[in-house]
């Protein structure tokens, strides 16, 4: 069942295009939204977000229209936005906070906004921080914190602007969890630049480049941009600049196949940038395949 629909999305800051006539359509679950600094990724979730009008096109949230005032304050109610930089107040109590966001989002009855606010922080495992001020969190903590407030009113779509950014391992496979819990039960869009995010939690990705989407699909199709374009090779290649030393001691090179190099199995970062048609990657059969 599809929750999100964007038809002909477009934005512009001055000469800059960050939204380009973007059709998307986004259903239950994880969707991973990849891209480069600057491909319009957070453009587009803030206007889902009704944080920003588009210039043209169309949004629609659960059916809703944010165009129209009082479905957008209807759609406001079934979304939960986290944005990169939440600002959270480093005074407040982890609880304090929760419920200062619950007044903002109309929760007037206490004893049923106390009830959410527990509800939340037990969702996030942070039920036992209630009582500890922000500053005090650790930043996987304050990053919980934040999608904490994201679930308050139990929304339908849950959006989420590179939430991992800045966590260590540990606080990073706590936080896909919990993200992977909600996909379950909600629809989930994530935007990330951890290809390894995707690969751990989405069924589905969606890759945005110069304001533009120029790919939809399952993680493993991305992958597949790969094939065929992927080498190991025990001495490093000539010519091609898109290569690294792995760990085995091998040479792993993205685009034309070296001397005497083997086929490897592509990973999800490998189609994402034959897809982007990066320029460490290089010109030839590699660029060719992907315009």
């Not at 069942?1 to 512009?12: D, E, N, Y």
């Not at 969702?123 to 209630?130: F, K, S």
């Given at each position: ?15 800059t ?6 059709d ?27 944080a ?47 419920d ?15 009830a ?57 496979m ?39 989407v120029i ?20 001495s ?13 001691g ?5 685009g ?12 999800i ?15 030839g ?7």
């Open positions: 069942m599809t929750t999100v629909t964007v038809r002909g999305l477009a934005k512009r800051y001055g000469a295009t960050a939204l380009d006539s973007v998307l359509e986004i259903g239950a679950g994880v969707t991973g939204l990849l891209g480069p600094n600057g491909a319009g990724k957070s453009t587009l979730l803030r206007c889902l977000a009704t920003l009008a588009p210039d043209t096109g169309s949004i629609r949230v659960g059916g809703l229209d944010p165009a129209v005032p009082e479905q957008r304050t209807d759609m406001r109610r079934r979304i939960g936005y986290l944005p990169q930089n939440p600002g959270l107040y480093p005074n407040f109590t982890a609880y304090d906070l929760l200062y966001v619950a007044v903002l989002k109309e929760q007037t009855d206490s004893r049923l906004r106390r959410e606010v527990r509800r939340v922080l037990e969702e996030v495992d942070l039920a036992d921080r209630a009582k500890t001020k922000v500053r005090k969190l650790s930043g996987g903590m304050r990053q919980r914190l934040g999608l904490a407030q994201a679930l308050l009113g139990d929304p339908a779509l849950v959006i989420l602007d590179e939430p991992t950014v800045g966590l260590d391992p540990e606080q990073r706590v936080f896909r969890a919990l993200t992977s819990r909600l996909g379950e039960r909600k629809t989930v869009l994530l935007s990330t630049h951890q290809t390894e995010d995707v690969g751990a939690l989405c069924e589905r990705v969606v890759v945005m480049n110069g304001g533009r790919f939809e699909g399952a993680p493993r199709a991305l992958a597949g941009v790969a094939d065929g374009q992927v080498w190991l090779s025990e490093a290649p000539v010519g091609n600049s898109a290569y690294w030393r792995n760990a085995d091998l040479y792993r090179t993205v034309r196949q070296p001397e005497g190099a083997e086929a490897a199995k592509p990973s970062e490998d189609g994402y940038l034959l897809l982007l048609g990066n320029a460490v990657v290089g010109s059969s590699a660029n060719e395949a992907v315009r």
